[in-house]
């Protein structure tokens, strides 16, 4: 089939639409809290609202992908986070909030479904590897942005910088005292710009691999017979909950313990860990080419347990520096995971990939345990919870045992001569 150059492009900008949209809370967390008066647990159900969708609706738009087709699910997605972002900028109450948030998560759900497999046919198989390792790099630069984007608009809005460029407009579309309101401004248009665009586009056909189908429901009841589906799954979950423990409540944290304004310091720090995240990602390549990725997970994911437990006992110095560090070897946890994982079944690799996407779900329910933790005890002890998430996930690189390992090289034979 020949590759299609422009969608290539169009679905980077696809990545760096969902991350843009989808890594924001943290920077927010802080300014949410104060505008509707939050306890630790209502703000828990922020983060709670936008990943359960993920866990409710990732094998159900799995299945509508192949009676639909990828442009039908990718519009309807746009229309989700269009919908659910203007919704809560024209009427923003806490309640239309946890609707709005939910809305969005459904439809960045659906595009997580539909990206990947579109990537392959458009970019063509023997580009997919590296326009993958592209798109997860854009994923992560719009992770690093979205943050920015948050504090230059509330700076300036607060500040009253009306000559500033759409300060002035956005200026008369917050309500007093919630400037934050802005970025769903600024996400509405995004995504009726981009769902615009994909209407335009013409799409190739996209024919399924086996591991691209969401499969039978036989074939899913069969998988969680087996214990280590049910293992890697909690693994996802225990991820996805140590990402979103870390970067959802960094900003509250170096607030409250450290008086960091959330609206600067506070949002690079989160931008900061998304940016390393993405360094990582591509140190984590190259280390999964010289070693086991079972021992590349276990450095990993020691060296985060290191810089969390020094950024939530340290002092304010190392704290915005620590808790940031710890994105950078998260990095390889997630894909490392469900690698280990996939490799560890024989058949119905499609379906696990739908039940590992679930997983996401965890994402949701920490975020919940460290909110009721610390309205009964404090924000540091409820993030303490992130060491019982992470020590999960260091479980895996003992006990994993994948059918098939990666396959490396050793330093020697690049050196040596041919």
Same mark, same amino acid.
């Given at each position: 089939? !020949?590759?299609?150059?422009? /969608?290539?492009?169009?679905?980077?900008?696809?990545? +760096?639409?969902?991350?843009?949209?989808?890594?924001?809370?943290?920077?927010? %967390?802080?300014?949410?809290?104060?505008?509707?008066? /939050?306890?630790?647990?209502?703000?828990?159900?922020?983060?709670?609202?936008?990943?359960?969708?993920?866990?409710?609706?990732?094998?159900?738009?799995?299945?509508?992908?192949?009676?639909?087709?990828?442009?039908?699910?990718?519009?309807?997605?746009?229309?989700?986070?269009?919908?659910?972002?203007?919704?809560?900028?024209?009427?923003?109450?806490?309640?239309? +909030?946890?609707?709005?948030?939910?809305?969005?998560?459904?439809?960045?759900?659906?595009?997580?479904?539909?990206?990947?497999?579109? /990537?392959?046919?458009?970019?063509?198989?023997?580009?997919?590897?590296?326009?993958?390792?592209? @798109?997860?790099?854009?994923?992560?630069?719009?992770?690093?942005?979205?943050?920015?984007?948050?504090?230059?608009?509330? $700076?300036?809005?607060?500040? #009253?910088?009306? =000559?500033?460029?759409?300060?002035?407009?956005?200026?008369?579309?917050?309500?007093? &005292?919630?400037?934050?309101?802005?970025?769903?401004?600024?996400?509405?248009?995004?995504?009726?710009?981009?769902?615009?665009?994909?209407?335009?586009?013409?799409?190739?056909?996209?024919?399924?691999?086996?591991?691209?189908?969401?499969? =039978?429901?036989?074939?899913?009841?069969?998988?969680?017979? &087996?214990?280590?589906?049910?293992?890697?799954?909690?693994?996802?979950?225990?991820?996805? @909950?140590?990402?979103?423990?870390?970067?959802?409540?960094?900003?509250?944290?170096?607030?409250?313990?450290?008086? *960091?304004?959330?609206?600067?310091?506070?949002?690079?720090?989160?931008?900061?860990?998304? @940016?390393?995240?993405?360094?990582?990602?591509?140190?984590?390549?190259?280390?999964?080419?010289?070693?086991?990725?079972?021992?590349?997970?276990?450095?990993?994911?020691?060296?985060?347990?290191?810089?969390?437990?020094?950024?939530?006992?340290?002092?304010?110095?190392?704290?915005?520096?620590?808790?940031?560090?710890?994105? +950078?070897?998260?990095?390889?946890?997630?894909?490392?995971? $469900?690698?280990?994982?996939?490799?560890?079944?024989?058949?119905?690799?499609?379906?696990?990939?739908?039940?590992?996407?679930? @997983?996401?779900?965890?994402?949701?329910?920490?975020?919940?345990?460290? #909110?009721?933790?610390?309205?009964?005890?404090?924000? !540091?002890?409820?993030?303490?919870?992130?060491?019982?998430?992470?020590?999960?996930?260091?479980?895996?690189?003992?006990?994993?045992?994948?059918?098939? &390992?990666?396959?490396? *090289?050793?330093? !020697?034979? /690049?050196?040596?001569? %041919?």
């Amino acid at each position: 089939m !020949k590759k299609n150059y422009f /969608l290539v492009v169009l679905i980077m900008f696809v990545f +760096f639409v969902i991350s843009f949209l989808t890594n924001i809370l943290g920077a927010l %967390n802080q300014k949410v809290s104060d505008s509707f008066t /939050l306890t630790e647990t209502m703000a828990g159900l922020l983060p709670f609202a936008f990943f359960i969708a993920y866990g409710v609706m990732s094998i159900p738009f799995g299945f509508l992908v192949e009676k639909f087709g990828e442009k039908r699910i990718m519009i309807l997605a746009f229309v989700f986070a269009f919908t659910g972002s203007l919704v809560f900028a024209i009427f923003p109450v806490f309640n239309v +909030f946890i609707v709005s948030l939910f809305t969005i998560g459904a439809g960045m759900a659906a595009l997580q479904v539909v990206i990947n497999p579109l /990537l392959r046919v458009s970019g063509g198989e023997d580009n997919y590897a590296f326009n993958s390792v592209m @798109g997860q790099l854009v994923f992560g630069l719009a992770s690093f942005i979205s943050p920015q984007m948050y504090s230059y608009f509330v $700076v300036n809005i607060d500040k #009253g910088n009306t =000559s500033k460029p759409l300060i002035g407009l956005m200026s008369g579309l917050v309500p007093a &005292n919630m400037s934050w309101i802005s970025v769903y401004w600024v996400f509405a248009v995004l995504a009726i710009l981009t769902g615009v665009i994909i209407f335009l586009v013409k799409f190739p056909a996209v024919e399924l691999q086996e591991d691209e189908k969401v499969g =039978s429901k036989d074939s899913i009841l069969e998988l969680i017979k &087996n214990k280590y589906v049910i293992l890697y799954f909690i693994g996802i979950f225990m991820y996805v @909950g140590s990402e979103q423990g870390i970067s959802y409540w960094m900003s509250k944290f170096l607030n409250i313990y450290h008086g *960091v304004n959330p609206d600067l310091a506070g949002a690079d720090a989160v931008s900061y860990f998304w @940016g390393l995240m993405t360094v990582g990602g591509i140190l984590g390549l190259v280390l999964m080419k010289l070693y086991d990725s079972k021992q590349v997970l276990r450095w990993f994911t020691v060296m985060a347990i290191i810089c969390v437990a020094a950024g939530l006992f340290g002092g304010a110095e190392i704290a915005l520096w620590a808790l940031p560090i710890s994105g +950078f070897f998260l990095s390889v946890m997630y894909p490392t995971v $469900v690698s280990l994982g996939l490799n560890s079944v024989s058949k119905h690799h499609g379906s696990f990939a739908g039940i590992l996407m679930t @997983g996401i779900a965890g994402g949701a329910i920490v975020q919940i345990l460290i #909110g009721a933790i610390s309205d009964m005890i404090s924000l !540091k002890v409820g993030m303490m919870l992130i060491f019982v998430t992470l020590g999960y996930i260091l479980s895996i690189s003992f006990w994993a045992k994948p059918l098939v &390992n990666n396959k490396t *090289v050793s330093l !020697k034979s /690049l050196f040596s001569k %041919n």
